[in-house]
């Protein structure tokens, strides 16, 4: 969402986001002319009930919030992103009184429940999810979606796809590599080792400790084999306790929490990014934004199989393994560690597959459609009208 508001910014417009407000952050402030308004509500990981709280004080807010921001400014296009996917319906007033609403499914609702709680899909809580799916896209002007195995099946359920674009979640590569700092914890590239390196949420859904099993199996085959995580979660301890279990302790380094600035300065100290994430019938559909910060740094890729990500990158493209397999993934580790000509296949490989999908092309895309002037047309000089965007997660 940022990169799409500074996007909006950067091109001549008036954009004001609202948004739910971090823990100990501001209720206004302005970020590269950027005008965030925030509620006094945090976001918070838990159960169903915590999240409809969540969902229906936003959604309430904005109802209200928005009309009286209409009183100083006309906004020409509300920028809706779930979850959830009724929030739509809360700029309806903007909506009666010119606005176009843009609807960003950046998630599926349905697969995400049926993921997160072991929901049937039968059951009739995801019947009602996938109603209120299907009239929240109807009642929107537009419809984004982040890639198009999501866009097949949000079609199969009833989306116009003539009214839907795919604004898919790339890497700003100006933003990723211009803000690079250097670790505070200097880690200096050690050429007699050979480094796989994962970073962010640490998550079962994320598989990580697939990942240590494989480094065991393989420990014997590459002992000179290591794997750095970077990043916090519930599964820290668990995966320091699987490590030591297997006796490879001193293999698998948890680094703990790294700010987003040093993470390009990280990356340059591995071998190999990996993303060992689990498949379900969420995730096959997931595109981590994390594999294109690989590409970008010019590191191949150890991935699972997973349905989107093989849709836009081919079987020669990406070092894939079967996903919840740890031997699969472990026979990948020693063929790359053992290949290192393969490694820089892989690179270049990956990097021509990923510049159809770039951002450059993506933001020229969102303009486009917020402008209104068709997917493909890239406006030269935006008026200066506004736009809004509102995200609930």
Same mark, same amino acid.
């Given at each position: 969402?940022?990169?799409?508001?500074?996007?909006?910014?950067?091109?001549?417009?008036?954009?004001?986001?609202?948004?739910?407000?971090?823990?100990?952050?501001k209720k206004r402030y302005s970020l590269n002319d950027v005008n965030v308004r925030t509620v006094?509500?945090?976001?918070?990981?838990?159960?169903?009930?915590?999240?409809?709280?969540?969902?229906?004080?936003?959604?309430?807010?904005?109802?209200?919030?928005?009309?009286?921001?209409?009183?100083?400014?006309?906004?020409?296009?509300?920028?809706?992103?779930? +979850?959830?996917?009724?929030?739509?319906?809360?700029?309806?007033i903007a909506k009666w009184m010119g606005a176009r609403v843009i609807l960003d499914m950046h998630?599926?609702?349905?697969?995400?429940?049926?993921?997160?709680?072991?929901?049937?899909?039968?059951?009739?809580?995801?019947?009602?999810?996938?109603?209120?799916?299907?009239?929240?896209?109807?009642?929107?002007?537009?419809?984004?979606?982040?890639?198009?195995?999501?866009?097949?099946?949000?079609?199969?359920?009833?989306?116009?796809?003539?009214?839907?674009?795919?604004?898919?979640?790339?890497?700003?590569?100006?933003?990723?590599?211009?803000?690079?700092?250097?670790?505070?914890?200097?880690?200096?590239?050690?050429?007699?080792?050979?480094?796989?390196?994962?970073?962010?949420?640490?998550?079962?859904?994320?598989?990580?400790?697939?990942?240590?099993?494989?480094?065991?199996?393989?420990?014997?085959?590459?002992?000179?084999?290591?794997?750095?995580?970077?990043?916090?979660?519930?599964?820290?301890?668990?995966?320091?306790?699987?490590?030591?279990?297997?006796?490879?302790?001193?293999?698998?380094?948890?680094?703990?929490?790294?700010?987003?600035?040093?993470?390009?300065?990280?990356?340059?100290?591995?071998?190999?990014?990996?993303?060992?994430?689990?498949?379900?019938?969420?995730?096959?559909?997931?595109?981590?934004?994390?594999?294109?910060?690989?590409?970008?740094?010019?590191?191949?890729?150890?991935?699972?199989?997973?349905?989107?990500?093989?849709?836009?990158?081919?079987?020669?493209?990406?070092?894939?393994?079967?996903?919840?397999?740890?031997?699969? +993934?472990?026979?990948?580790?020693?063929?790359?560690?053992?290949?290192?000509?393969?490694?820089?296949?892989?690179?270049?490989?990956?990097?021509?597959?990923?510049?159809?999908?770039?951002?450059?092309?993506?933001?020229?895309?969102?303009?486009?459609?917020?402008?209104?002037?068709?997917?493909?047309?890239?406006?030269?000089?935006?008026?200066?009208?506004?736009?809004?965007g509102v995200k609930a997660e």
């Amino acid at each position: 969402m940022r990169r799409k508001a500074e996007a909006l910014a950067e091109a001549g417009y008036v954009v004001d986001v609202l948004s739910l407000r971090a823990p100990g952050g501001k209720k206004r402030y302005s970020l590269n002319d950027v005008n965030v308004r925030t509620v006094a509500l945090s976001k918070r990981r838990g159960s169903l009930a915590r999240y409809l709280i969540e969902y229906a004080t936003f959604f309430l807010w904005v109802l209200f919030r928005v009309p009286l921001q209409m009183l100083s400014r006309r906004y020409d296009a509300i920028d809706v992103n779930t +979850l959830p996917d009724f929030l739509v319906f809360a700029p309806i007033i903007a909506k009666w009184m010119g606005a176009r609403v843009i609807l960003d499914m950046h998630e599926i609702t349905p697969e995400f429940y049926m993921s997160k709680y072991g929901v049937a899909a039968d059951s009739f809580t995801i019947r009602l999810l996938t109603w209120l799916e299907r009239i929240s896209f109807q009642f929107a002007d537009r419809v984004i979606t982040i890639n198009r195995p999501i866009e097949d099946l949000l079609v199969s359920r009833g989306l116009d796809r003539a009214r839907s674009a795919i604004i898919m979640n790339a890497v700003d590569e100006a933003r990723f590599v211009g803000h690079c700092a250097a670790p505070e914890v200097p880690v200096e590239p050690d050429r007699e080792k050979f480094v796989m390196m994962y970073h962010g949420t640490l998550t079962h859904l994320y598989g990580l400790d697939i990942a240590v099993e494989a480094l065991a199996i393989s420990h014997s085959d590459i002992p000179e084999a290591e794997l750095w995580i970077l990043g916090s979660g519930t599964e820290e301890e668990a995966l320091a306790s699987l490590a030591a279990e297997r006796g490879i302790a001193s293999k698998v380094r948890l680094l703990g929490q790294v700010p987003p600035a040093e993470i390009p300065a990280w990356l340059s100290r591995c071998d190999v990014g990996i993303l060992p994430i689990r498949r379900d019938v969420f995730l096959d559909f997931a595109f981590p934004n994390k594999l294109p910060e690989f590409i970008i740094a010019g590191k191949p890729v150890l991935v699972s199989r997973l349905a989107a990500i093989r849709y836009y990158f081919p079987e020669d493209v990406l070092a894939y393994f079967e996903p919840n397999d740890p031997a699969d +993934l472990a026979k990948q580790m020693i063929g790359l560690c053992r290949n290192r000509p393969r490694c820089v296949e892989l690179v270049d490989k990956a990097r021509e597959a990923y510049k159809p999908i770039r951002w450059e092309i993506m933001k020229r895309r969102y303009l486009a459609l917020v402008g209104a002037r068709g997917i493909d047309a890239i406006p030269e000089k935006p008026a200066p009208v506004s736009a809004t965007g509102v995200k609930a997660e």
